[in-house]
């Protein structure tokens, strides 16, 4: 059975730091691309960083140089360090696993606000 388990999120003040967590279970951690997604409210869900297997990462505009992606392929686990947050970071955050044309695979979410 295919998991994948995000944590770290939270409340925080704008211009902070939070770093999120998903961990996989039941997939070649190895072979996927790692990626993580957001979706504010009414808004649709949209790419945020993404770390293949082979490659570089790849980042939304609104997120370079403040989110950084990364992978522990020990730990099958996959982390997005957010920092010099905003109010417009605001939304629920997904991890995500694809490989090629298999189905891709999705965690629960994690909330992330930004608010003073």
């Known amino acids: 059975q295919v998991q994948l388990v995000e944590s770290g999120g939270g409340l925080v003040q704008p211009g902070g730091s939070l770093r999120l967590s998903c961990a996989a279970s039941?997939?070649?951690?190895?072979?996927?691309?790692m990626g993580w997604y957001r979706q504010a409210p009414e808004k649709q869900r949209e790419l945020v960083a993404i770390i293949p297997s082979v490659g570089r990462t790849n980042y939304a505009d609104s997120v370079k140089g403040r989110f950084t992606i990364s992978r522990d392929y020990a730990k099958k686990t996959v982390y997005l360090q957010m920092n010099s947050l905003k109010p417009e970071d605001t939304a629920v955050y997904y991890c995500n696993a694809k490989n090629g044309p298999r189905p891709d695979y999705w965690g629960q979410g994690t909330q992330v606000t930004v608010s003073s």
């Open positions: 039941g997939i070649i951690f190895s072979i996927y691309d």
